[in-house]
């Protein structure tokens, strides 16, 4: 199991917990730019993937922010 570093949750995923032929569900959700994963709310270091209701949320929450730059 990978914990995410956002609230905690347990999850697995298939980049670490190896799930045989299954893809990673993160797959399914478009990738965040490497400076997401590190910063005031994950913390410095050790980047690790988020859980899937975490990485929706900021995946959105990234969406957002580059439409309201334009
Ligand atoms: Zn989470």
Do not use: H
């Not at 190896?18 to 994963?37: F, K, N």
């Not at 980047?47 to 899937?52: K, M, N, R, V, W």
């Amino acid at each position: 199991m990978s914990t995410c570093k956002r609230c905690g949750a347990e999850f697995a995923c298939g980049m670490t917990d190896l799930y045989g032929d299954e893809p990673c569900w993160c797959t399914q959700i478009p990738a965040l730019p490497r400076s997401a994963y590190v910063g005031p709310d994950t913390g410095e270091g050790n980047p690790s993937c988020f859980c899937p209701q975490c990485l929706r949320t900021l995946v959105a929450t990234q969406q957002k922010s580059a439409t309201d730059g334009q």
